[in-house]
């Protein structure tokens, strides 16, 4: 570049730098922390950024908590509640109580002396700030805590172990996970939430143990013979984190098994059972379930057994999970069928899930999570989801009966009291009729009959495998494939959350294959803050209108952080998809769903609205339009285009990399025509490279690829 051009960039960049920085301090209608960011407090003397001197989060989508660090603060506070008290005061005296913003503007025109009290400027400037505060207070232990707990503190650039010692907790290096995450005994937790509550970030999570689910020990003989299952060859791997693995099964060559238990914890027949199970319908599921085969052939298992049938820490869980994905990097697809008892709260994110959440964004794989079971003799109605079900990276399923009803031991979302969860269910059995059951194998000794969420993800696992190793699908696309043929077209908010979009189908030719009279198509790409993709799409036109239904699905990883409160997720892509509109000389589009986000023109739009509206921050958008029996053409407009506009945000600082996103896009045609060669021949005509997914030629790629070579002598 011209030094002379680089010059000028360099101070436009900083110019632009400088308007961003003002525009994150302006009041819109939720709480902003960017708002804080010139205010400045008198520290030690010296007026210092209020961002140094304490924890600025949002509990809530329209409330701001700052929790100072030092106790040589207080006396600010403490001058902040006298001047209050000095306003009240005033506003009781002249005003009965209450002051109008009328009523400042007309004090703003008085005399200066106007208050004896004190004066009229640091009276106005008092009722202002008063408005956005909510409350002073000190948090403290609400109950009793009686058992371990697992705590995730701020980041205060003080190493964890010298400041805890501050307060008289000392810990070992064994007890902390990624420098904030630690392990605390009762009375540990205790002195931490009574003597620094302000350190940690979404307070306490209960110490919980994961366990399996309760399975019918109902038996029935079946052949171990090795004729049962072929030898495997290049099939692709699946990794399963769950007990232990029963290696007399007849499958056990398709499972490569690792106990990462301590070799001194001794072991029971028990603590095979489940995680054999999970095994078994991974590998060779349609075998024993030929009415839920899925058409995606076996599979190849690598097994970790990480806890036994009583439970195991779900601390000692967190360390080993990171540890297994780094040193398995070739699986992509992850199951993990284990939960906590224990009820999520509805404003934390466990630490399992953060952990889980956080290595999605850092790996290329995605976790599949069963989304617990009712305890039993557990007789609470909607009982919240356990961790780590409430992580948000990962596609969490629940369980229906074979007739597609959500199952009586399933438990409910939402996640953050907003976030979607589970995300979609799928059959797990359920009834006293062993029919009503799953048949698993899970020693040599015969069939057993099952049921719970345990055993409806594995079957999710297997059409994610399958989408990704075979049809050579992106994970983000594969998960927003599997939301997509969940939702349908039959699509309605599941207010209970205990179905999620919907239940996804059984066979996986009807995740992939689209019907004669639909168009659906994908879209890839990578996205960095303050960039918009913009795809311009040819639909058919028939009499000058568009005769089709839509919808669409994006999906997404982002960086999320347990210290941002319920904002906790770092990343928004705001979706825009419709027809394309052009209007004095701006090329806009008409979103099916109406979304005025990111419009040029001012519109009020409350964060709560957003998200309810448009799911914004969520890391799933799914747009549908309703099919009516009335059918009525959509108008084409003079462009005769659709367009797909992908608006990307961050909610603290740039990313060091750009984002992957996946789109799912279907058109559906209203008098049941096939329209897709039409299609096909638009786009080719404006330079568009099409290429069809075929699945029988995807097959034999993939087998080719796969394909050992024996290099002769």
């Keep these: 570049m011209d030094a002379r051009v680089k010059t000028y960039d360099d101070k436009m960049q900083k110019a632009f730098d400088f308007l961003l920085s003002d525009y994150q301090t302006i009041r819109a209608g939720r709480a902003n922390p960017h708002v804080l960011d010139k205010v400045k407090v008198d520290y030690y003397g010296t007026m210092t950024p209020i961002q140094q001197v304490g924890n600025i989060t949002i509990p809530e989508a329209r409330m701001i908590q700052i929790a100072p660090w030092e106790k040589s603060l207080i006396k600010a506070i403490e001058k902040a509640i006298e001047v209050l008290g000095e306003t009240i005061s005033v506003i009781e005296k002249y005003f009965n109580g209450i002051i109008t913003g009328e009523e400042t503007e007309k004090i703003a025109e ?51 172990k010298k400041l805890l010692s501050k307060f008289g907790i000392h810990i070992v290096d064994e007890r902390i996970i990624d420098g904030t995450t630690l392990r605390l005994n009762p009375d540990e937790a205790k002195l931490l939430y009574n003597r ?174 069963a989304g617990t079971n009712i305890p039993d003799g557990e007789t609470k109605k909607d009982m919240k989801i356990g961790s780590p079900a409430d992580s948000l990276n990962s596609l969490v399923v629940n369980a229906v009966d074979f007739r597609g009803k959500s199952a009586s031991y399933t438990r409910v979302g939402p996640v953050l009291s907003f976030f979607h969860k589970p995300d979609i ?22 069939a057993a009959y099952v049921s719970g969420t345990s055993f409806a993800a594995p079957w999710i696992s297997r059409k994610l495998a399958y989408l990704i190793h075979v049809m050579g ?59 918009t993709y913009t795809y311009n799409l040819p639909v058919p036109i028939v009499d000058n209108a568009h005769p089709f239904y ?96 992908i608006n990307t945000k961050e909610r603290l600082q740039r990313r060091k990399e750009p984002l992957q996103f996946g789109v799912v896009v279907t058109l559906k045609e209203m008098n049941g025509v096939n329209r897709i060669n039409d299609f096909i021949k638009m786009c080719m005509a404006r330079g568009w490279l099409v290429y069809q997914l075929d699945m029988e030629n995807q097959l034999d790629v993939y087998a080719k690829a796969e394909e050992d070579i024996v290099f002769e002598q």
């Design 425 to 446: 269910s799928y059959y797990g059995g359920d009834g006293s009729n062993y029919k009503d059951k799953m048949v698993v194998c899970r020693d040599d000794m015969g």
């Design 473 to 531: 699908l992106s994970r983000e696309i594969a998960k927003a494939l599997l939301i997509d043929a969940a939702a349908s077209w039959n699509r309605k908010d599941d207010v209970s959350h205990s179905i999620g979009y919907g239940v996804v189908p059984k066979h996986i030719n009807d995740i992939m294959k689209s019907s004669n009279d639909e168009i659906r198509f994908i879209l890839t790409g990578a996205s960095e803050e303050y960039e």
């Design 550 to 645: 839509a919808r669409a699905t994006l999906v997404y990883f982002p960086q999320c952080a347990r210290n941002q409160g319920v904002d906790y997720t770092s990343t928004e892509m705001d979706i825009h998809f419709g027809r394309v509109v052009v209007k004095n000389r701006k090329v806009k589009i008409k979103p099916i769903d109406n979304n005025q986000q990111s419009e040029d023109k001012f519109i009020t739009l409350y964060e709560e609205d957003a998200r309810k509206m448009y799911r914004k921050w969520d890391n799933i958008k799914h747009i549908s339009e309703e099919i009516k029996e009335r059918r009525i053409p959509r108008k084409a407009y003079d462009s005769g285009l659709w367009g797909l506009r």
């Design 110 to 160: 008085t005399p200066a002396d106007r208050f004896s009290e004190f004066s009229k400027s640091n009276f106005l400037n008092a009722v202002v700030d008063g408005f956005y505060v909510e409350s002073f207070d000190i948090d403290r232990a609400t109950e009793d805590i009686t058992e371990e707990s697992i705590i995730t503190i701020y980041q205060t650039g003080i190493e964890t």
């Design 196 to 369: 620094a509550s302000y350190l940690i970030a979404m307070s306490v999570t209960d110490f919980s143990q994961l366990t399996r689910d309760e399975v019918l020990e109902d038996t029935a003989e079946i052949s171990n013979e090795e004729s049962l299952i072929p030898h495997p060859t290049n099939e692709p791997v699946i990794g399963v984190i769950d007990t232990q693995f029963n290696e007399k099964v007849y499958f056990h060559e398709w499972v490569e098994y690792r106990n990462l238990l301590d070799p001194d914890i001794p072991l029971t027949v028990k603590d095979y059972e489940h995680g054999t199970e999970v095994s078994y319908i991974i590998v060779d599921g349609p075998q024993g379930n030929p009415a839920l085969d899925d058409g995606c052939g076996r599979f190849r298992v690598r097994h970790f057994g990480v806890a036994t049938h009583r439970g195991f820490s779900s601390f000692t869980m967190l360390k080993m999970i990171r540890n297994i994905v780094a040193l398995n990097r070739d699986i992509k697809v992850w199951n993990l069928s284990l939960g906590s008892k224990l009820e999520i709260k509805p404003n934390f994110i466990s630490p399992e899930a953060a952990e889980l959440d956080r290595i999605q964004s850092e790996y290329d794989v995605i976790f599949v999570v």
